[in-house]
């Protein structure tokens, strides 16, 4: 089973809320492997990353860093497109 993680800093003006919250959780759903993540910045977490709610839990902003961790099939194309939606979304 292949078992994949990164850390990233979110640099989305206002974090991760609503409307980034929802893609990022719609992309995370694409993919068959499960994945979690936590706020390293105030301890909360580990949460799924397919949950609207449970990523709001997180209370992610910007200058966040957050842990994601994928497990199962496509663990690393998972977690690279995250990141390339959390490098977009800042850009």
């Known amino acids: 089973m292949t078992v994949a993680s990164i850390e990233l800093t979110i640099q989305q003006p206002f974090g991760l809320h609503a409307r980034p ?7 995370a759903g694409h993919y068959p492997c499960a994945i979690t993540m ?3 910045s105030n301890g909360k977490g580990p949460s799924n990353a397919k949950s609207i709610v449970s990523v709001l839990a997180l209370g992610i902003e910007q200058g966040a860093r957050v842990f994601l961790r994928a497990e199962g099939e496509q663990a ?11 490098d977009v979304e800042a850009g």
């Open 76 to 86: 690393d194309e998972a977690l690279l497109a995250l990141q390339q939606l959390i």
């Open 21 to 27: 919250a929802a893609k990022f959780v719609k992309i």
């Open 38 to 40: 936590r706020n390293l």
